[in-house]
Nanobody, 127 residues
C-alpha cells in the first residue's frame, strides 16, 4: 500500500528557500500516480499549491504563488519535490503531499481528487 512521507520542512527566514521532498513508502509510484502539494495554516482551509503528472508533462500551480514554487519529480527514486523560494511569513503552514492512482493527462489542485496523504511537514517563516 502506497504511503507518502514528507521531509524538508523547518524554520527559515523571510526571503529564504526550502526544498520539500515527498517519498513513496510501502509501494512505488507508477504511471498512474499523480502527486500534489497542499498546505494548511492554522484556522485556514487546505490550499492546493502544485501538482504533477507521472510524465511531468502536466504541472499546475496556484496563482497566488506568483512563480515562487517549482514542482518536480524523480520517478526512478519515487520522489517528488517542491522548491520554494522567496518565502514570507504567509507561507507558514503544514505542507502535505498527496497522491492519486488514476490516469490523468492533466492534474488539478482539488483536495478531493487525492486519496493518499502524507503526515505533513511544518514550514515556519520567521525572523
Amino acid at each position: 500500500q502506497l504511503r507518502l512521507v514528507e521531509s524538508g520542512g523547518g524554520l527559515v527566514q523571510p526571503g529564504g528557500s526550502l526544498r520539500l521532498s515527498c517519498a513513496a513508502s510501502g509501494s512505488t509510484f507508477d504511471y498512474t500516480t499523480t502527486i500534489a502539494w497542499f498546505r494548511q495554516a492554522p484556522g485556514k482551509e487546505r490550499e492546493g499549491l502544485s501538482c504533477i503528472t507521472w510524465t511531468s508533462r502536466s504541472t499546475s500551480y496556484a496563482a497566488s504563488l506568483k512563480g515562487r514554487f517549482t514542482i518536480s519529480r524523480d520517478n526512478a527514486k519515487n520522489m517528488v519535490f517542491l522548491q520554494m523560494n522567496i518565502l514570507n511569513p504567509e507561507d507558514t503552514a503544514v505542507y502535505y503531499c498527496a497522491a492519486v492512482r488514476r490516469m490523468r493527462s492533466i492534474c488539478v489542485l482539488s483536495p478531493g481528487e487525492y486519496n493518499i496523504w502524507g503526515q505533513g511537514t511544518q514550514v515556519t517563516v520567521s525572523s
